[in-house]
């Protein structure tokens, strides 16, 4: 099968099963595993950041953010579609009694206007205080979609001057720093708590950093072991975020560049792509405008030998690239992809 339906599916590569299989390991709940230090050490450089702690999910690194910055009863903004209001299954209400504050997007980036008409001061006997704005870079739903430096920069003056922390759900962060050419600590330090996912382009079977402060990462770390996410020997997967950082960041271009041919092999051959909208390693298939369903079009197309994956929004697919996604397997993507969805191929 063609694997197109995430960048989390990707396999360890043999290298980085060598250095898993090579890791030098302690007892990581005491900050004894040399390994888990290291990527903690390299993770926190390469965002700008005081410190970095390890944690399994990216997922737990944001919901650990936001307890870090946000007391129960305060509002977080973020946009409608990220991934903390929609993926999380209501965990910043769970964990840290958050109100959710949602704000349509466009391609997932809301302005510093929209934060500026969003935002309460709170008072002491009825209103919620907006304690928390999160950006979500690249964001997932809207396929990939960067936020543009300025547009970041603006946001973050907003919230500076009306007293709101800010945390990056930089999950594909270094998708972002990739496609723009931009140093990831220039678009992940001026947040005051990041989460990064080593287990999406960058390849690792599991694993993410949250990053931050040296107090806010103490208190990260105290609410790791709360969360249960304080391990041992980690160094055996720690191994691989700190291969992946120095083999696999560069080359998510690679699947930069792949999506972009997918997506222009697909819409010449009459498929409804936006191309404008693929800027990191997500193609979105509108099989709406084709007559289909999601589950219609992903069952035809499992048929054809190719995975592909539904989105929040209704009868849009998406193709994702990642490191086992060759250009031979673009170049068949091309050919079965439009088959299976009953599409003629233009001669
Ligand atoms: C933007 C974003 N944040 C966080 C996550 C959570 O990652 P994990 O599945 O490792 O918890 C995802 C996963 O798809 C994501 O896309």
Known sequence: MIELRSDTKSQPTPAMREAIAYAVVGDEQRREDPTVLRLERSGAELLGQEEAVFLP?????????????GRPGDEVIAEENSHIFIAELGGPAVHAGLMARPLPSVGGRFTAAQVRRAFRPGDSTHVSRTRI?????THNASGGRIWPPSELRAV???CRELGIDLHLDGARLLNAAVALGTPARELASPFDT????????????????????????????RLKHQFGGAMRQAGIVAAAGVYALEHHFDRLAEDHTRARRLGEGLLEAGLPIDLDAVETNFVQVDVGALGLTSQDALRRLAGEGVGLSATIHPNVLRAVTHLDV???AVEQAIELIPKALGVLVRA
């Open 326 to 328: 060759t250009d031979e």
């Open 156 to 158: 973050v003056a907003t």
């Open 133 to 137: 704005v999160s950006v979500e870079n």
């Open 194 to 221: 990041v989460t990064l996912c080593l287990s999406k382009g960058l390849g690792c079977p599991l694993g993410a950093l949250i990053a931050g402060s040296d107090e806010r990462m103490a208190e990260a770390r």
């Open 57 to 69: 999910t990216a997922t737990m690194a944001n919901e650990i953010a936001l307890r870090v910055l």
